[in-house]
């Protein structure tokens, strides 16, 4: 197979994560949560199998997606949990498929929250943070190589961080610091536990889309700052809410022009490595990218779920036999059709959606 390592040079360059981490390019699978787990939150057998053929795609690094924090806290029936030494040991398969793809593969921790973080008490906010610790634990002991701190798409850390979400007067309110606090001692207390035995990213809500009073990447000028010196080694850029996804996930250009943006405004503030997914669709605009000084990364989410080899189709200038995404986003909505078991795919033929279930969105 012919590489067009000169037609993606950037993309293909070693990236330097944590202390003595190195991923073999610049490319990584952003976490889609498949929901195929059962109803206590631990992998059925597919699970292993389409993150192990996604590992043999072609990125250089990649998420697992959503595993919650909490054993109160789930997206839906059917999506993972990391709350004890037993959805642990369920992991320990899929870490070593990747150690012995030399594959970066991260847990990434979610907690969904109540969505209103004015409410909640002294002692819930702290028996969250206690969450995320405990967590991060228990992937530490199975032999995650990182963790992902997710803080994005309104839930819990998120739903701190905007000034939309969170009118609370107290220290975990007001200003860009106090509504971040929350997040900084989530990264403090993990990094206590691991050191710089696993690399932490964390999943950045830089814009929640929200035209008044909503989150903008300019309110965590000096929040990067402490997000670095808390501990955290990369950072992956998110936007929007339940309530306002339609606007990004409707228009690719501005979303990515909103992240573009906001990678430029964290990296002249920041050492740490910045990347972000925002609906790309081809090497070329991720190599641009790259390229610019943009971001340090770009991911890759709904393009691998339509094609799991579309890294290394691209890469050898097979675009003719990629199966490509079609951006319809119904993958989205089987999370909460009742027709459906997992996430399924318009195209991908390992796991089709059934053809009752896509005439019901087509109608729609």
């Given at each position: 197979m012919t590489i067009f390592h000169s037609k993606y040079p950037n993309l293909v360059k070693p990236l330097k994560l944590g202390r003595d981490s190195k991923v073999s390019n610049r490319m990584y699978f952003s976490s889609v949560g498949f929901d195929l787990c059962d109803h206590d939150g631990r992998p059925m057998p597919e699970f292993y199998e389409v993150y192990e053929s996604i590992m043999d795609g072609g990125c250089g690094f990649g998420f697992l997606g959503n595993a919650s924090v909490d054993a109160s806290s789930q997206y839906t029936d059917r999506s993972q949990k990391l709350i004890s030494d037993e959805h642990a040991l369920d992991l320990e398969p899929v870490f070593k498929a990747a150690r012995d793809r030399g594959f970066l593969l991260s847990a990434q921790l979610q907690h969904y929250g109540s969505g209103d973080a004015t409410s909640l008490s002294e002692a819930q906010i702290e028996s969250y943070i206690n969450h995320f610790h405990d967590a991060a634990k228990l992937a530490l002991k199975v032999g995650a190589p990182a963790l992902q701190i997710h803080a994005a798409n309104g839930y819990l850390l998120s739903s701190f961080l905007s000034p939309k979400l969170n009118r609370r007067v107290d220290?975990?309110?007001?200003?860009?610091?106090?509504?971040?606090?929350?997040?900084?001692?989530?990264?403090?207390?993990?990094?206590?536990?691991?050191?710089?035995e696993m690399i932490i990213f964390i999943r950045l809500q830089i814009d929640d889309g929200y035209a008044e009073h909503g989150l903008q990447v300019e309110q965590l000028d000096e929040v990067i700052v402490a997000i670095e010196e808390a501990g955290a080694d990369a950072v992956t850029c998110a936007n929007?809410?339940?309530?306002?996804?339609?606007?990004?996930?409707?228009?690719?250009?501005?979303?990515?022009?909103?992240?573009?943006?906001?990678?430029?405004?964290?990296?002249?503030?920041?050492?740490?490595?910045?990347?972000?997914?925002?609906?790309?669709?081809?090497?070329?605009?991720?190599?641009?990218?790259?390229?610019?000084?943009?971001?340090?990364?770009?991911?890759?989410?709904?393009?691998?779920?339509?094609?799991?080899?579309?890294v290394n189709k691209a890469l050898s200038g097979q675009l003719e036999n990629i199966n490509h995404c079609r951006w319809d986003s119904f993958c989205l909505r089987d999370k909460k059709e009742p027709l459906a078991d997992r996430v399924f795919c318009c195209v991908n033929p390992s796991y089709l959606r059934p053809q009752h279930i896509q005439d019901k969105y087509q109608e729609k």
């Open positions: 220290r975990w309110g007001g200003t860009p610091m106090n509504r971040a606090r929350i997040l900084l001692e989530v990264i403090r207390r993990v990094k206590q536990t691991v050191q710089d929007g809410v339940a309530e306002t996804f339609g606007k990004f996930l409707n228009d690719a250009d501005y979303t990515l022009e909103v992240c573009r943006h906001a990678g430029r405004f964290l990296k002249q503030r920041t050492a740490m490595p910045i990347g972000f997914s925002a609906n790309i669709s081809s090497l070329s605009v991720a190599e641009e990218i790259i390229a610019s000084g943009d971001a340090d990364f770009v991911g890759f989410g709904r393009p691998i779920i339509a094609d799991h080899q579309f």
